[in-house]
């Protein structure tokens, strides 16, 4: 999401290639990034990278999404059957190949009935130009929903589902997560650093960039300055920084969740990576149980 409003196009190219040389193998774009409405910025520029060669695209699993809106007019926009089919032919231009491995749905879009939406993404994986289907930003029952009526159509259901997760924000614990256990999907976690929230006071920048963004993490970190200093403070006793902590919390045992990382610079990939390395004891997991407690599954959560 960075590439392009924060990360020029070359830079871009030297994340990925870092990434991939470290075994990172799964980059997820989506058509709206780049905040150039219609024009797909951030998807040509990884499109322009994977047309360097070299096996850059036989290495990754290469995930977008569409839904965003690419235009003003009523049809540029949601899922439609319309849209749904003009927006992969157009994602797949950009992106420089010819079949993107897992196609996400970027949000729900009740206006439009569950059986057209999906009809036409059945189609997109019949033709080859899809092989998985995701979705991002659903509700428990939305992921419900859409794999029942999957399951009844013979027809592929959701193999993933890509969520605002971390520490400071656990609210898919009472419902999404367990549908997603239960429906045998991986849940990938967006924003895992709260946009710099949990990055600790030396990385305390804003995914988007914006002032607007960069306000509302300052309101939010003086909103939670107490589990904030306790959380650092615990960070400095593990003898990590604040990110690897955070990124290491979604990976441990029982969540197993794939943080979604989004690196500005060199040393934050590294330090992203080296997340990969830790594994957090007993007691440091309980720690951050009682600094950032989790909502419970519902409806154990709040029926009794």
């Known amino acids: 999401m960075n590439f392009g409003p924060l990360v020029e196009e070359a830079e871009s190219h030297k994340r990925l290639d870092a990434a991939v040389e470290q075994g990172i193998n799964f980059i997820d774009t989506a058509d709206v990034y780049g905040w150039k409405t219609g024009q797909g910025w951030t998807e040509q520029i990884v499109g322009r990278w994977l047309a360097q060669g070299g096996g850059r695209r036989e290495s990754i699993v290469l995930a977008t999404k569409l839904g965003g809106p ?67 930003n659903f509700a428990g029952w939305d992921i419900a929903t859409a794999n029942q009526l999957a399951s009844c159509r013979h027809a592929p259901g959701l193999v993933s589902e890509q969520s605002h997760y971390n520490l400071a924000e656990r609210s898919v614990e009472l419902e999404v997560l367990p549908a997603c256990r239960h429906y045998g999907m991986a849940l990938l976690a967006w924003s895992p650093l709260g946009g710099g929230l949990l990055a600790g006071p030396k990385d305390q920048a804003v995914s988007s960039g914006s002032r607007r963004s960069g306000d509302r993490i300052k309101a939010r970190r003086a909103l939670l300055a107490e589990p904030i200093a306790r959380f650092e403070e615990l960070c400095r006793e593990i003898g990590r920084p604040a990110a690897q902590v955070a990124l290491a919390w979604l990976r441990a045992a029982p969540r197993e969740v794939i943080p979604v990382i989004g690196p500005r610079t060199g040393q934050q990939l590294r330090d992203c990576i080296e997340a990969a390395s830790l594994s957090l004891d007993e007691a440091a997991l309980a720690a951050l149980e009682e600094i950032w407690p989790g909502p419970g599954q519902a409806p154990e959560a709040y029926a009794w």
């Open 70 to 136: 690419m235009g003003d007019g009523p049809n540029q926009r949601g899922l439609s059957a319309y849209h749904i089919r003009r927006a992969c032919d157009a994602s797949l231009k950009r992106l420089g190949t010819d079949h993107i491995d897992v196609y996400q749905m970027h949000h729900v879009f009740r206006e439009v009935p569950w059986e057209e939406v999906l009809s036409a993404l059945e189609q997109l994986v019949t033709a080859g130009k899809v092989l998985y289907l995701g979705s991002s």
